[in-house]
């Protein structure tokens, strides 16, 4: 699979922004799809997944703000991202695996295969 990450761009504090990755490949309805963001000089972090059943994980530090969603018919997976915070300024990344993922492997980087290049994301205070 490979994937598009858009959507990113500054925004102030409290504001939204939706994020989109686009896939191409016959098995992206199967796949198991996340965010992860990466801020400067930190390791890069699960934000969200969904599965292909519809069903989500989400961090802790983005539940109630940020909002994953699919859409198979058009390849593509959405991140709104309500409440900006500065803490939430990094690149965004998103990423695909194969099948389904049980919630213990779901959070880890180690579980995809296939990466986006990601989109910055700034939140100014």
């Known amino acids: 699979v490979q994937l598009q990450a858009s959507g990113g761009g500054l925004v102030q504090a409290g504001g939204s922004l939706r994020l989109s990755c686009a896939a191409s490949?016959?098995?992206?309805?199967?796949?198991?799809v996340a965010w992860f963001r990466q801020a400067a000089g930190k390791e890069r972090e699960f934000v969200a997944a969904i599965r292909s059943d519809g069903t989500t994980v989400s961090a802790d530090s983005v539940k109630g703000r940020f909002t994953i969603a699919r859409d198979n018919a058009k390849n593509t997976v959405y991140l709104q991202m309500n409440t900006l915070k500065p803490e939430d300024t990094a690149v965004f990344y998103c990423a695909a695996a194969g099948g389904r993922l049980i919630t213990s492997s779901v959070t880890r980087l180690s579980s995809y295969d296939d990466w986006g290049q990601g989109t910055q994301v700034t939140v100014s205070s």
């Open positions: 490949g016959r098995t992206f309805s199967r796949s198991t």
